[in-house]
């Protein structure tokens, strides 16, 4: 059974950082990309952050130079550190791991930014 379990979310005010943590079992970790998603209140769920199995990275423009996602394949985790948070980073964050067309997604963390 695969399990995708996300932490770190909560409350911070703007400017302010969280860490994201979400580990995977169930999987074969390593040869899985590995996302984060965002959607926010009223809006779809978009891409924010991702990296491959050779911990190659991505970003949306919207996160660049704020977000830092990294991989612990020892552990099955991933993480996504948010720094110089902002109010419209708010939103509920979710982990996905696709391998050619095997998709999982977990439950959910919610992030909100607010002073």
């Known amino acids: 059974q695969v399990q995708l379990v996300e932490s770190g979310g909560g409350l911070v005010q703007p400017g302010g950082s969280l860490r994201l943590s979400c580990a995977a079992s169930?999987?074969?970790?390593?040869?899985?990309?590995m996302n984060w998603y965002r959607q926010a209140p009223g809006n779809e769920r978009e891409l924010v952050a991702t990296?491959?199995?050779?911990?190659?990275?991505d970003y949306a423009d919207s996160v660049k130079g704020r977000f830092t996602i990294s991989r612990d394949n020892a552990k099955n985790t991933v993480y996504l550190r948010m720094d110089s948070l902002k109010a419209e980073d708010t939103g509920v964050y979710y982990c996905?791991?696709?391998?050619?067309?095997?998709?999982?997604w977990g439950q959910g963390t919610r992030v909100t930014v607010s002073s």
């Open positions: 996905n791991a696709n391998f050619v067309g095997n998709n999982h």
């Open positions: 990296i491959s199995a050779h911990v190659t990275t």
């Open positions: 169930g999987i074969i970790f390593g040869i899985y990309t």
